[in-house]
């Protein structure tokens, strides 16, 4: 969380992060943290570190504040040790400006590195416009808090394994790369099953580090429409945090932000459900019968190691699911920092 959340002058702006991995993967979104003065549109970029738009999407949904999300279209395949810029437009200014930031070093969270000023030309970076344009100017080694959705390693294949394997903080603490158990590529073969009934339904996963759990991701087919409630379990049924989905699309990926991340530790088993008030949720039986998901540092446990895996609850409202059957993957995922 910046120290200074509202900054700069009522002007339309491009704000921008330089960064680096150390490994090749996927950048499938942007991120930034807005303050309650930044109103109006945002649009967030990938580029190479010479100005190449790589792409760009249109945020939507957004709170009033904190941090919001959006995912491109198409992930974006980025190259180890390699210099890319981060950003988002604003059409009115107010961004968070925390400076001299980067003065004295980067921000490293592997395998995501923020560069320090001065490693690869000025971070962070801008560009005033009325437009997106490439942000290339710095001023006073600025962090203006933009962040990545970044996925390592190569993308997994996303069928059944039956056919194939699939807090606050001061300018000195670091800002944390975001990982998804699944890709927002990924899509499941069954996205309609089920009867017309209303239903919990998750996954149990694991992480090999320590850290926050931010929301809830569920893949939505067409006919899987009502209200969704995102949960987080403890594997005893704790529940530890809940939100709603608000401002869903048709069909796809829907995310949901707790208000407060919820701080999870290394090598324990949790469980990510929402609640369908329809039925017709995604469903891939056998999926979790011989192996989990491994998309280090999360993985999605194998049925049989942690009891059931997938995982469901049938009521109207939402409960604990404990419930296992044909080792289904119903296609529920966590924001993980």
Not at 17 to 41: L, W
Not at 121 to 148: C, E, K, L, Q, T
Not at 153 to 161: A, K, L, Q
Request: proline letters at 6%; a negative charge.
């Amino acid at each position: 969380m910046p120290l200074v959340a509202d900054s700069g002058p009522d002007s339309a702006v491009e704000l921008g992060v330089k960064f680096k991995t150390d490994v090749a993967g996927t950048i499938t979104g942007i991120r930034f943290y807005k303050g309650i003065g930044n109103t109006g549109t945002h649009t967030g970029h990938l580029w190479s570190e010479t100005g190449q738009l790589l792409a760009s999407a249109t945020f939507s949904s957004e709170t009033a504040t904190g941090w919001q999300q959006v995912n491109f279209s198409t992930p974006v395949s980025i190259a180890a040790n390699t210099v890319y810029v981060a950003s988002y437009h604003t059409s009115v200014g107010h961004y968070s400006d925390d400076k001299n930031y980067f003065v004295k070093s980067g921000v490293d969270t592997p395998p995501v590195h923020l560069l320090q000023d001065g490693v690869s030309g000025s971070d962070g970076v801008y560009a005033y416009g009325s437009g997106s344009r490439f942000p290339a100017h710095g001023f006073y080694a600025s962090n203006y808090w933009v962040d990545i959705v970044f996925n390592p390693g190569t993308t997994p294949t996303v069928s059944p394994p039956s056919t194939s394997t699939p807090s606050t903080s001061t300018p000195s603490t670091p800002t944390s790369s975001t990982s998804t158990i699944w890709p927002s590529n990924a899509v499941p073969l069954t996205a309609d099953s089920g009867p017309d009934s209303a239903v919990e339904l998750g996954v149990k996963f694991k992480s090999d580090v320590a850290g926050t759990i931010t929301g809830i991701r569920f893949y939505k087919g067409s006919g899987n429409t009502g209200t969704h409630v995102g949960n987080l379990w403890s594997s005893t049924g704790q529940l530890l945090a809940s939100a709603t989905f608000s401002g869903e699309t048709a069909t796809g990926w829907q995310q949901v932000n707790f208000s407060t991340p919820v701080s999870i530790a290394a090598n324990t088993v949790y469980v990510a459900s929402y609640h369908t008030n329809v039925g017709h949720y995604s469903d891939d039986q056998n999926y979790f019968a011989t192996a989990g998901i491994d998309n280090p540092p999360l993985h999605a446990l194998a049925d049989g190691v942690s009891g059931s895996d997938g995982v469901f609850a049938y009521g109207s409202g939402s409960s604990f699911p404990s419930q296992g059957w044909y080792s289904s993957n119903y296609w529920v995922d966590v924001v993980f920092q």
